[in-house]
């Protein structure tokens, strides 16, 4: 039986519509694995039913983090936050964590992922960091736009054995301090924290670009997906 895939869904603004973009489903079927697009709750005892038959959980992309789970006010630059799915995602995180689930969180989930771990956001890199990097990308987005520096030694670097790959960049916000339990496994050349792990734990990974869009043309994109996928399976 292929591993279940809870993905946390999204909502667009101005849409009534529940989805996901196509890229994290596609990627989880072809790495072995049976995605799931949960229903939007907050509701504890849902959460829990959901990471309880789940064997593994897709944090995704999406809407700014709001600052407040930081202890900040929200600057002009931030966006909109979705409260709601703020704190579907601590939820499912925090009981993922709890059961010992595979987490695989992408760009916004890996943001929300290390808040909810006790680190914080650079809330817009064009006005609070020092860099010559564009990492909010002119669409298309499917395609390589700045290169990551691989941490040797590292789950990544043991996966794809490079010291360093090109990604896409989607952002403007960025781990600023890491959470508790975090450890770096990419950086961008600027410094920017791109990947991290969580060692005591089973599979608990993160990235800032997104590998669902890069998956069709580039193996090492969906190579992640395949170790997640083999994670939920164990």
Request: charged share 25%.
């Amino acid at each position: 039986m292929k591993p279940m895939i809870v993905v946390i869904p999204q909502l667009f603004p101005g849409s009534d519509n529940i989805l996901t973009r196509p890229g994290y489903m596609t990627e989880v079927q072809v790495a072995g694995g049976m995605p799931l697009l949960a229903p939007p709750t907050e509701k504890d005892e849902d959460i829990l039913q959901l990471i309880e038959m789940a064997d593994g959980l897709l944090v995704p992309g999406g809407q700014d983090v709001d600052p407040a789970m930081y202890g900040e006010e929200r600057l002009p630059e931030c966006g909109e936050p979705q409260g709601w799915r703020d704190r579907m995602e601590q939820k499912a995180i925090l009981k993922a964590l709890e059961l010992n689930k595979p987490i695989f969180a992408i760009c916004r989930g890996f943001q929300i992922l290390n808040v909810v771990l006790g680190g914080d956001l650079y809330q817009d890199i064009p006005t609070q960091y020092d860099t010559t990097i564009e990492h909010s990308m002119p669409q298309p987005s499917d395609r390589l736009w700045h290169e990551v520096n691989v941490v040797p030694d590292s789950p990544l670097y043991d996966l794809l054995g490079q010291d360093s790959f090109a990604v896409n960049s989607c952002h403007h916000q960025a781990v600023r301090r890491l959470g508790k339990g975090l450890t770096v496994m990419a950086t961008a050349p600027d410094g920017i924290t791109e990947a991290y792990w969580m060692p005591d734990k089973p599979f608990v990974w993160g990235v800032q670009w997104h590998p669902e869009r890069l998956g069709e043309t580039e193996q090492n994109h969906r190579k992640l997906f395949e170790a997640f996928i083999e994670a939920c399976r164990k």
